[in-house]
C-alpha cells in the first residue's frame, strides 16, 4: 500500500487547539505542505498573532515568532529586513490584521515588503469569545453588536484585499476560501504563488482566506460552511486583485 | 493495511471529512474517545477509492490514505 | 580617532554604527530626529537598514522583529513616542530579545512641548508597560557619553538579553561637543544561536521568539527567571559601581546632591561654587538608573548628613533616593518643569536654604 | 572676559546663520585644543522666529555647559538684544547687528560693540555672510581663540563648497576684525554715557 | 435595591450606567470583555454610545474627545491593552479631562497570560505615560466594590478633572458575588461648562482641549497647576482616610499585612488565623493607590513592629510602602506571579517566618 | 467703496505661524468660510493635528480640540458622539493622516462618523523638518530618504482617497488642490460641499486637498505652485471618488 | 462539612454546564440569605478543555473567596479528579461523575460519592442535565442549603426558558437528590475500603 | 479709500499674490517690515479690477479688496 495522503513533517506533532470543525487547521497544513513542497521550510520563520492562531508556532516545525496584536507585519518586515534570504509569513486574523493592526498591514503592503501574509477572514474575533469584526457581515450578532450590525454606527464589511490591491507595491493578492475541497485546492495553490513570488524575491504577497467559526457563530461546522458560501462570498467575491508577475498564468 | 486510517487522539468530531465522502462511508463512531468525541469511522472500506477528500477536509489532519499499489 | 564637533543625537547615531548595529526602526518626532536622519545617511553607506515606520508601535514592534532574527537594532524617539512603545517594550522584555531604545526626553505630559525634560523617568524605570519587567536604563551626560554608553548598551543588551533604555534629553540631544569616537566592535548576528533564521551549522532545533506563557506555572517560572536575571543585572552594576555611578568629593561632603544626565554637569559646577563657599558639597550622579545604585546612597547616608535631588520634573528619581537612604537622612528636592533647565544659582541658592535652614 | 572661560550666547532671527555662527566659534576652540560645547536653541520658533545657540569655550574641562549668565552675547536682531541683555554678566559685553539695532537705553555696567554686519556684508555683495563679519569682530576680543586659529578651521567647516564662497567667508571675517580696530572709540568699560553724548 | 448575583465585570458595567456614563469606547480583550458586551447590551437600552473601537490606541483618543465634549465617558482593557492606552492618557491627563479607564489586569510582560495579576501596579500609579501627571488609581477587592467605586470613581474624576483608572484583576473581574446596587446619579453634560459643543446659554469664549503648552514658562505653569492639582486631590483623601484605606485590627497589631484587592480579601483570613494562633495581625488595605495613604503607614511605623506586603507581582506596592515607613520597622514582601493568587496559607507561612524568624 | 474681499470672523485675529506661502492658510480661510456661510460656526468644533497645523486652534473662533498625533478622527469621533448636533471636522496632514493615522482615519470612515476629515498633502512631515511621509513622490529626498524615496523599500506614494472610496460607508470623497484661483474655487465647493453633507447627517465626507510646504520643498511658494502641478497631480490625480448622495451634481 | 461555611470546586469539560452549576449552587445560597461567591476558570483552555469554577456559601461574610482547600469537590470528568483530588480538605467530600469516571484509588481520608449523572440524564432523555443531577446530590450533604431553596431559585434563573425545560432541570435535580438516598451505602468517612472490598 | 489694503503686519513676503495679479500691478516693497519682510506693494491703483484674486491668494489673509459702489 502507498501513502496516498499523510502529515507533512513540517507539521508538528501536537494536537491543535482549535475547535472542532476550524479552518485554522486546513490552512495551517495548506502552509506547511507548500513550504515543504518549495523546499524552503528550513530557512521559514512564520509570525504568529493574537488570535485563535496565537499558538500556530506549537504546530509547525520552522521558527516562529509570536507578534503583539495586529503588529505581525511590522515584525516580519524586522525580521525579513534582517534575514533577507529566509521565508517570512505573517498569519492573521480579521481582527488583528483589519481592526487593530490597519496600519501595519497598509504600510508594510506599501513598502513591498518581501513577506507572505495569510489572512484568516472569518468575520469575527474568534480568541475572545465572538466579537464584532471590521469583517463581521451586517446584521449579524455578536457579544459587541447583540442587536446584530448596524451599518449606520457600526460600519460595513471592510474589504481588505481590495485595499492593498490599490497599492502599488504589492506583488499579489488575492481571495480564497477553503468551503469545499476544490476551493481548497485553489488556495493551495494561491498559498504556494505567495511563496514562490518570495523565494523569487519578488515583493508582497497577500492571501485572504475566507474562513468559519463555527463556535461563535453558533454553528456546526458542516452548516458554516454552508453560511459561509451563501453569506460571506456575496461580500467578499474570491478572486485574484493583483498579480504584477503574472503567476497565476506561469 | 487499511486505505483508511485515523488517529482517534486527533479526531475532534466535526464530521466534515463524514459529509464530504463522496462515497458516504464515514459515519461518527458510537464509541467516545477519552476527549470525549465521537471519533470519525469507517463503515464499508471497500468502497474506498482512496480519493483522501476526507483527509484534506479533516482540519485536524486525523486522516492517513493508502491506496493499493498497482 | 581625532575629536569631532557633534551634536549629542549624531554621536549616538555614529556610534550604534561602531557598535555593529546595522538596523534602525523609527518615527520622526523633535528632539531626536538628526539621529534618524543621521542614520538615514550613514547606514547604507555600511550595508545597513534604515526604515521609517508608519509610527512608533511599528517601530518598536520592527525592533522586535529584528532582534528576534539576531540584529543588533536599534530605535528612538522622545517622550509621546516612547509611551507609544510601552507594550512593544513589554513584549521585548517578556521575549528577553536585546536592543536599543533612546528616548531623547521632552516636555509632557500630552503633546506638552519640545523643549529638554526628565519626567519620564519613572516610565523607563518602573516599566510604562505591563507586567514584571525592568529595562536597563542608562543616563548619558555629555556627547561623548552619548557615544560611549551606547556601545556599553549594545553590550549589555546582549549580555543579559534585556532591553536597554537609554534616556536622555533634548539639551543632550541637540548639544554639540568635541567626541573621540570609541573603537569599532565587531557583530556576527549568528552569534545569536537563539536568533530566528539562524544559520549556523550547529542549528539543531527550531528557533522560538514568544512572551506568551498561557500556564500560570509556565508564566511565574518565566516571571521568576525574569526576577532572577534583574537580580544578576542588579549585582553586575554593584560589582562595577564605576560603571553604574559616578561620585565627585563625596567623601567629606555634608551635603550630598544628587543628579543625573544634564543636570548633573550643573551640578558639578554647583559644587564647585559650594566648595568656594565653604560648604561642603558633593555629587552622586547615577550613569545607570536601573539598576538603581542604591547601594551607594544606603552608604553615604552614614556619612553625609544631606541629600538634594535636583531633577527637570516635579519628582521622580527623588523616591529612589529616599528608598536607599531609608529615612535615615532628609532627602530634598528641586525640580524645574517645562523646559526650563535649572540654573547652577537657582540651585545654590536650594543648597543655601537647605545648608543655612534659617 | 575671563581669560580660562568665555560663555556665548548668539541670538538673531532664523536665517541669519546664527547657528552656524556658534558653530564656527565653537569648532576653531576645539582645533586650539580648548574645551567648547554648543547647544542650539531648537523647535519650532525657528522658522520665521528667533534662533539662538550657547557657546563655551574653556580651559578647563567644561561642568556645565549651559549658559544661564553670559560673558558674552552677539546679537543679530532686536528680539534679541530684548532676550538677553539683562542676562549679561556684569562687565560682560553686547556685541550687536546695528544694521538691524537701534542705538537705545542698554545696561550701563557691561561693555558695548556695535557692528554694523548687515551693511558690510552687503557691501561684500551678500547678506548671508554678516554672521562671519560678528565672528571676525569677536574675535577680537577673545582671549581663548585668535583671528590665525578660525583662519584654519573655517577651511575645514566649508569643506566641499566652492573656493569663491571660502573666500567670501574670509573676507567678511577680516571685515569685522578690522572694524572693531577702526572703531577705536567704541571700547571703554562703560560706554552708555558715550552713546548719550554722541 | 435587591441583590443580584452578578460578575465583577458586569457589575461595573451597570454602576458606569447608574452613575450616569453614556459613552463607552472600548476594544476586546480578556479577562475584561463581559464588562464591553454587558455594555454593548445596555448602553441602547439608554440612549448610550458603545463604540468597539478599531483598537486600544483609538479608543482612549475616542475618549478624549468624548470628555473634551462634556460626556461621562469609559474605556476598560487589560494589561498590553492598557500599555498601548499610555499616550492617550498622558494627553488626558495633561488636558486634565475626567473618565474612567478600566484595567483588568492579566500576567504579564507581553504577551503573559490571561491569569488575575496585580503587576501594572507601578504603571498605574507612577504613569506609564510620558510627563508629569498622576492618574487617581482606585482598587475594589469585591464586586460589591466594583460598583460602588465605579460611581465614586465618576464623581472624583469630574471633582479633579483628573483621569482615573480603576485597577482590578482577573478574579474581580470574573467572579460573581451578590451586588446591590447603587443609587443613580444625574448628570447634565453641560453642567462643564468648558466642554466643547457647550450648549449652555452662558457661552461666551469658544472652548479649547489641548495638552500643547509650547513656550517653557507656559509649561512649566501647566506643570505647576497639575502638580497643586495632585495635592489637592491628596489632601482629600488624608482628610477622607475611610475612604482610601481599610484598616483591621491594626491597633495592637504586631505585623501588618498590606495588599489591595482580591490580596486583601485572603489577608483579611490571613489574619483571622493569626489572631486564633495568637499572632497579632492586622490588615491594611489601600483602597486608593494613587494618592497612597502613605500617612496611615507612617503613623502605624510607629506602633507595629513589621510590616508584610502581599503582591501578584514580584513587588511593586511595597516600594510605596517603604516609602511611607520610611525605615522605621522592616518592610517584607511576598508575591506570586503568573496568575497563582497566593492562598491564606502560603502567606500564613510567610508571616511565620517573620514572627519566628528562629 | 464696498468691501469685495475681507477676512470672515471664524478666522481669528492671530498671524499664524505658517511659512511664506504655506497653502496651509488659504486653506484653513476656505474651511472659515465654509463653515460661516452655512451659518453653523457657532457649532462646530475643529480637532488639529499634531503637524505644522497643531496650533489650527489659534486661527478659528471655534471650539477646538488638539488631538494626539494621528488620532484625530478617533477624537473627532468621540465628539461627534457624544455632540451629535455639532459639526466636527478634523484638519490633518500627510504624516499625520496616511502613516501613524492609518488606522483612525480608515476606520472612522468606515464606520461612516458623520464628521469632516481635511487632509493635507504636501508630501512631507512640515512640522518636524521635513522627513519622508507616505504620500512623498519616488525619488524625492528628504530627511530620511537622503538618496531619494526608493520605490523598492520605502513603497511608493499612498493615494488616501482611493483607499477610503473603497469603502462603503462614506458619503463623500475627493480630491483638491489650491494650487490657483480656479482650483481654490473647487476646493472651496468640495469643502462646503462636505460641511452640507455632514449637516444634513448624511455620513463621513472626505476632502484631500494637494498642498505645497515650500520650506521642506526647499522651493520658492510660487516655484512649488508650479512643481506641484508638474510633479504631484500625476501622481494625486485630481476629482471625485465617492459621492453617493450626488452633491456636486446638485 | 461545617455548618457555617461550605467551601466547593465544581469542574468538569467545557460543555458540561459546570459553570452554570456553580452558578445555581451560589444563586441558592444567595437566595437563602447566605454569603456567596463564584470564581470560574477562564480562558482558553475553557475551549475543549476544562472548566472549573470555586463557590463558596457561608453564613458570615466572606473573607477569602478563593478556594485553595476545597471541603467538597464536584468532578465531572476524570481530569478533574486528577486535578483537584489532592486538594481536599481531610474529612471533605469528592463527589464524582462515574459515568465518565471509574473507580480508582482515591484518598482514604475523604467521602466518596459516586453519582452516575450521564446515565441519569440520559435517562431523562437529555445529557444536558447531569449537572443537575449532581447539583441534587450536593443539596443531600449541604448544611447551608435545601433542596427546597434550590426549587425557588432555579426558576428565577430559568426564566424566560420553556416551561419543559425547567420541569426537565428540576426533575435531574431530585433525581440526583434520590439517587444519594437510595445508595446509602455510599456513605461512611473512609469509604475507600469499601472501593475495595466491592 | 483704497481698493487694495495690505495689513503689512500679516504680509510674509511669500509673492504669490505679485505672481496672480492678472493686472501685474503688485511688486515686493523696498522697504522691511518689522519682521524683516519686504511686503507686497501697489504700483498702479488705476489698474487694479478688484478682482480679488491677490486677496484670495494670500495664505496670511493680509489683503482687504474694495470695490466702487455704483
Ligand atoms: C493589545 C491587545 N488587544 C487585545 C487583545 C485581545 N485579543 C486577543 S485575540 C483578539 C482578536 C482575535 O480575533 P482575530 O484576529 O479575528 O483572530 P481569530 O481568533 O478570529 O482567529 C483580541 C482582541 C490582545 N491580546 N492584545
Ligand atoms: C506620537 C508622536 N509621534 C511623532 C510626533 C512628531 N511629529 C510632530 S508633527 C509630525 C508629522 C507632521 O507631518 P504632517 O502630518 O504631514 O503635517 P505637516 O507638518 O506636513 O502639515 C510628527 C512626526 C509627535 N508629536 N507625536
Ligand atoms: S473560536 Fe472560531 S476561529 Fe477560534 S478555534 Fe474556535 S472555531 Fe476556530
Ligand atoms: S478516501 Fe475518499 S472515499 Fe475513502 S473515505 Fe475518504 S473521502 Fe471517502
Ligand atoms: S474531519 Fe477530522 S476531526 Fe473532523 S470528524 Fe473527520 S477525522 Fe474527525
Ligand atoms: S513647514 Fe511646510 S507645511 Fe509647515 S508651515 Fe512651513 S511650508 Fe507649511
Ligand atoms: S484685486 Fe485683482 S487686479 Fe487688484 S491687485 Fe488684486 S489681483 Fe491685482
Ligand atoms: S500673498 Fe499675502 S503674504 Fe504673500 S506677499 Fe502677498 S500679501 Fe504678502
Ligand atoms: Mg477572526
Ligand atoms: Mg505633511
Chains 1, 6 share one sequence.
Not at chain 1, 178 to 194: D, G, L, R, Y
Not at chain 1, 214 to 227: C, E, R, S
Not at chain 3, 157 to 186: C, I, T, W
Not at chain 3, 264 to 271: E, N, P
Request: charged share 20%; hydrophobic share 40%.
Amino acid at each position: 500500500m502507498k501513502q496516498v495522503f499523510g502529515k507533512t513533517n513540517v507539521l508538528s506533532a501536537n494536537p491543535t487547539h482549535y475547535c472542532p470543525g476550524c479552518d485554522h487547521g486546513v490552512v495551517h497544513r495548506l502552509i506547511a505542505e507548500s513550504l515543504e513542497e518549495l523546499e524552503v521550510a528550513d530557512r521559514s520563520i512564520g509570525v504568529a498573532p493574537v488570535g485563535c492562531s496565537v499558538f500556530a508556532y506549537d504546530y509547525f516545525n520552522i521558527d516562529f515568532n509570536q507578534a503583539a496584536h495586529g503588529r505581525a507585519p511590522a515584525v516580519a518586515t524586522g525580521i525579513k529586513r534582517t534575514r533577507p534570504d529566509s521565508i517570512v509569513f505573517t498569519y492573521q486574523g480579521d481582527g488583528d490584521l483589519a481592526a487593530i493592526g490597519t496600519a501595519e498591514i497598509i504600510h508594510a503592503a506599501n513598502r513591498g515588503e518581501n513577506i507572505t501574509v495569510v489572512f484568516i477572514n472569518n468575520g469575527i474575533y474568534g480568541m475572545t469569545g465572538g466579537q464584532m469584526a471590521p469583517t463581521t457581515l451586517v446584521g449579524m450578532k455578536t457579544q459587541t453588536s447583540p442587536y446584530g450590525r448596524d451599518a449606520a454606527t457600526m460600519g460595513s464589511p471592510i474589504r481588505v484585499s481590495e485595499i492593498i490591491a490599490t497599492l502599488e507595491s504589492p506583488a499579489y493578492v488575492t481571495r480564497v476560501t477553503v468551503n469545499n475541497i476544490a476551493n481548497q485546492i485553489k488556495t493551495k495553490k494561491a498559498i504556494k504563488n505567495a511563496f514562490t513570488l518570495q523565494k523569487e524575491k519578488k515583493g508582497f504577497s497577500f492571501v485572504e482566506i475566507v474562513c468559519i467559526c463555527p463556535t461563535n457563530w453558533g454553528k456546526k461546522p458542516t452548516d458554516a460552511h454552508k453560511w459561509l458560501t451563501e453569506n460571506m462570498l456575496p461580500v467578499f467575491p474570491l478572486g485574484t486583485f493583483k498579480d504584477i508577475h503574472g503567476i497565476e498564468k506561469a | 493495511m487499511s486505505k483508511w486510517v485515523i488517529n482517534e487522539s486527533l479526531c475532534k468530531g466535526c464530521g466534515i471529512c463524514i459529509e464530504r465522502c463522496p462515497m458516504k462511508i464515514l459515519a461518527f463512531a458510537e464509541h467516545l474517545t477519552p476527549k470525549g468525541v465521537h471519533p470519525s469511522s469507517m463503515t464499508d472500506e471497500s468502497k474506498c477509492t482512496s480519493c483522501a477528500i476526507c483527509a484534506k477536509s479533516c482540519p485536524d489532519v486525523a486522516i492517513q490514505i493508502y491506496k493499493e499499489e498497482k | 580617532m581625532a575629536k569631532v564637533l557633534m551634536k549629542g543625537n549624531e554621536a549616538l547615531g555614529e556610534a550604534a554604527i561602531l557598535a555593529g548595529c546595522r538596523y534602525y526602526f523609527g518615527y520622526p518626532i523633535t528632539p531626536q530626529s538628526e539621529l534618524p536622519a543621521y542614520l538615514a545617511k550613514r547606514l547604507p553607506q555600511v550595508d545597513g537598514v534604515f526604515v521609517q515606520a508608519e509610527s512608533e508601535v511599528s517601530a518598536i514592534n520592527m525592533v522586535y522583529g529584528a532582534a528576534s532574527a539576531g540584529a543588533r537594532v536599534m530605535t528612538s524617539s522622545s517622550s509621546p513616542g516612547i509611551s507609544l512603545k510601552q507594550e512593544g517594550i513589554s513584549y521585548i522584555a517578556g521575549a528577553e530579545l536585546p536592543c536599543l531604545i533612546v528616548n531623547v526626553m521632552r516636555g509632557g505630559p500630552g503633546l506638552g512641548n519640545i523643549n529638554p525634560s526628565q519626567s519620564d523617568y519613572w516610565q523607563a524605570t518602573r516599566g510604562g508597560g505591563h507586567g514584571d519587567y525592568r529595562t536597563l536604563v542608562m543616563a548619558p551626560n555629555s556627547v561623548q557619553e552619548m557615544a560611549d554608553f551606547t556601545l556599553a548598551a549594545f553590550e549589555y543588551a546582549d549580555r543579559f538579553r534585556n532591553p536597554v533604555l537609554m534616556l536622555s534629553d533634548g539639551v543632550l540631544g541637540q548639544m554639540m561637543e568635541p567626541v573621540v569616537m570609541p573603537a569599532p566592535k565587531d557583530y556576527d548576528m549568528d552569534s545569536k544561536k537563539w536568533s530566528l533564521g539562524y544559520t549556523g551549522k550547529d542549528k539543531t532545533a527550531r528557533n522560538l521568539c514568544t512572551s506568551i506563557f498561557m500556564g500560570q506555572e509556565e508564566l511565574e517560572e518565566h516571571n521568576w527567571s525574569l526576577y532572577q536575571k534583574y537580580q544578576v543585572i542588579t549585582d553586575f552594576f554593584k560589582a562595577n559601581k564605576d560603571l553604574a555611578v559616578e561620585e565627585y568629593l563625596c567623601d567629606d561632603a555634608e551635603v550630598v546632591l544628587v543628579g543625573y544626565g544634564i543636570i548633573s554637569r550643573i551640578l558639578k559646577t554647583v559644587v564647585e561654587k559650594c566648595r568656594k563657599r565653604g560648604i561642603k558639597a558633593g555629587l552622586v550622579r547615577p550613569k545607570v538608573l536601573w539598576p538603581f545604585p542604591s547601594d551607594v546612597f544606603a552608604k553615604l547616608a552614614d556619612k553625609a548628613s544631606k541629600f538634594l535631588v535636583v531633577e527637570m520634573s516635579y519628582g521622580q528619581m527623588v523616591e529612589d533616593v529616599k528608598l536607599a537612604v531609608e529615612g535615615k537622612k532628609p532627602v530634598y528636592f528641586f525640580g524645574r518643569t517645562g523646559g526650563a533647565v535649572p540654573s547652577d544659582f537657582e540651585i545654590l541658592n536650594e543648597v543655601d536654604k537647605i545648608v543655612r535652614p534659617d | 572676559m575671563s581669560s580660562t572661560v568665555e560663555r556665548i550666547i548668539l541670538a538673531g532671527f532664523g536665517g541669519q546663520g546664527i547657528l552656524f555662527l556658534g558653530k564656527v566659534i565653537a569648532e576653531t576652540g576645539m582645533n586650539s585644543d580648548k574645551h567648547v560645547s554648543w547647544i542650539p536653541s531648537y523647535g519650532p520658533e525657528m522658522r520665521g522666529g528667533t534662533a539662538n545657540c550657547s557657546v563655551i569655550i574653556s580651559e578647563h574641562e567644561i561642568a556645565s555647559p549651559m549658559v544661564t549668565v553670559p560673558d558674552v552675547v552677539i546679537a543679530m536682531n532686536t528680539p534679541s538684544v530684548s532676550k538677553f541683555n539683562q542676562k549679561i554678566k556684569a562687565g560682560g559685553m553686547l556685541m550687536y547687528n546695528s544694521s538691524l539695532i537701534e542705538r537705545q537705553e542698554f545696561r550701563d555696567d557691561i561693555r558695548l560693540v556695535e557692528i554694523p554686519a548687515n551693511e558690510i556684508a552687503e557691501e561684500l555683495g551678500d547678506q548671508k555672510v554678516a554672521s562671519l563679519v560678528m565672528a571676525g569682530a569677536y574675535i577680537k576680543f577673545s582671549k581663548l581663540i585668535t583671528l590665525d586659529d578660525i583662519l584654519k578651521t573655517l577651511p575645514l567647516m566649508l569643506k566641499g563648497k566652492k573656493q569663491e564662497m571660502l573666500d567670501l567667508n574670509i573676507v567678511a571675517l577680516k571685515k569685522g576684525y578690522d572694524y572693531v580696530e577702526e572703531k577705536k572709540y567704541m571700547f571703554g568699560r562703560y560706554v552708555h554715557s558715550v552713546f548719550k553724548g554722541i
